[in-house]
């Protein structure tokens, strides 16, 4: 089975502070893993993606991901955050086989002016 | 180039009648995939389409059923309607083939409300 875990509901900084969201997953094989961002009533925008290689990855709108096998994460980052990052963030984990992506439950990011 | 595109954008309905959705994928993509998004309920698979034929469907009952089309293009049916099938359906497409295989590009969904 496959699960993925975003501990936080929600999360609120200040304009211009540094960002971090959680995700955290369990699957039996190696992972292919994606963070989407998701304005009220839209559909889903990748923001960036994990397939192999670098365990770092960098994704537009000044995100980045690092993924860490050892603790089973993928969690996004931004080094300084603008209102407009103002969203619903999902981490989702791909399972080629049997052709589905799994979701977090999301994180609402408010932001601080 | 066009992204994946969805009808109607907006669908209201009543208990016990039929929803049709629609999805047209990036010209090229061969694989379809359907998702709800219920409030409270998070992100779902429903079902995935590739090269024609069902491959895999979530935990959902057969009144949700759907097609894919030989252009690839794909319809969602949800049948007798319940007031709990009030959601955002999302659309993705998928090249099927290759590394990019595993990346999925959605569309803008169709917000279907039953009352």
């Known amino acids: 089975a496959q699960s993925v875990t975003q501990p936080d509901i929600h999360i609120t900084v200040s304009e211009g502070a540094s960002l971090e969201l959680r995700c955290n997953y369990s699957y039996g094989a190696t992972p292919y893993l994606f963070w989407y961002v998701q304005s009220p009533g839209q559909g889903l925008q990748l923001l960036l993606k994990y397939f192999s290689g670098d365990t770092l990855v960098q994704g537009i709108k000044g995100f980045e991901a690092e993924f860490k096998r050892s603790q089973s994460s993928f969690n996004l980052r931004k080094p300084s955050v603008h209102w407009s990052d103002a969203a619903e963030y999902f981490c989702a984990l791909h399972n080629t086989n049997a052709g589905k992506s799994t979701f977090g439950d999301g994180t609402t990011l408010t932001v601080k002016p | 180039e066009a992204g994946v595109t969805q009808s109607p954008t907006h669908l209201i309905k009543t208990r016990g009648q039929q929803a049709t959705l629609r999805c047209s994928p990036i010209?090229?993509?061969?694989?379809v995939y359907w998702y709800q998004q219920a409030l409270g309920l998070g992100l779902q698979f429903l079902l995935w389409?590739?090269?024609?034929?069902?491959?895999n469907r979530g935990n959902f009952p057969p009144r949700f059923s759907g097609r894919q089309f030989p252009n690839y293009s794909s319809e969602l049916n949800v049948n007798a309607l319940e007031l709990e099938d009030s959601a955002l359906y999302l659309c993705?497409?998928?090249?099927?083939?290759?590394?990019?295989?595993?990346?999925?590009?959605f569309g803008p969904g169709t917000r279907l409300t039953v009352l």
């Open positions: 010209s090229g993509h061969t694989s």
């Open positions: 389409y590739d090269e024609g034929e069902e491959r």
């Open positions: 993705a497409s998928s090249p099927g083939t290759g590394s990019s295989y595993n990346e999925q590009f």
